[in-house]
């Protein structure tokens, strides 16, 4: 288990995420961990946790927060928010997080567009494997991962 140094904390880092649009309703979190039961990602990503990144923003874990690769896991797909007993926004939240992400130097601003990218290839991908699904076909589908990884390199 990792230690935590709260004198190293950021006591200032809960209020500038809070401040800013999105990032207010992360307040009223009382960590029941709803969000965590029910998160897709958590289901194939066992270190990705929403209550656990709210419960560090909250005690200033600012570097280990903002400089996580796990902020990029989310795939924005609200479901946390529809269970959330206290209308937390968690992928608003995760929008602020990156956000602060790339101005404080954590990761280069491409990597928005990187997201964009990769999330319409999946989605693109989704749809051709419904369409041999629902028709009960199986017509190749072309998939190069190792090509399209490189290509966003
Ligand atoms: S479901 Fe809502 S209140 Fe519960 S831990 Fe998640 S964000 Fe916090
Ligand atoms: S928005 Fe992100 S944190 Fe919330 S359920 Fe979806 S993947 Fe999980």
């Known amino acids: ?15 500038e995420v809070a401040n800013r649009l999105g990032g207010e309703s992360l307040k009223a979190c009382f960590a029941c961990g709803a969000c965590t039961g029910a998160c897709p990602v958590k289901g194939v990503n066992d270190d990705f946790d929403p209550r656990k990144i709210i419960r560090m923003i909250l005690l200033g874990l600012r570097k280990e927060v903002l400089g996580s690769k796990l902020i990029w896991y989310c795939c924005l ?18 929008g ?10 954590f990761v280069h601003p491409s990597l928005q567009d990187t997201m964009k990218n990769i999330d319409r290839f999946f989605l693109d991908l989704r749809q ?3 369409f041999n ?9 072309e998939f190069d991962l190792k090509e399209f990884v490189k290509s966003l390199l």
Do not use: H, Y
């Open 1 to 15: 288990m990792k230690e935590i140094w709260l004198n190293q904390s950021d006591p200032n880092f809960k209020f």
């Open 77 to 94: 797909c609200n479901t946390c928010s529809f269970v959330c007993p206290q209308d937390v926004k968690f992928s608003q939240v995760m």
């Open 96 to 105: 602020v997080l990156r956000e602060m992400a790339i101005e404080d130097g």
């Open 128 to 130: 051709k494997v419904l």
């Open 133 to 141: 699904v629902l028709d009960k076909k199986d017509e190749l589908i």
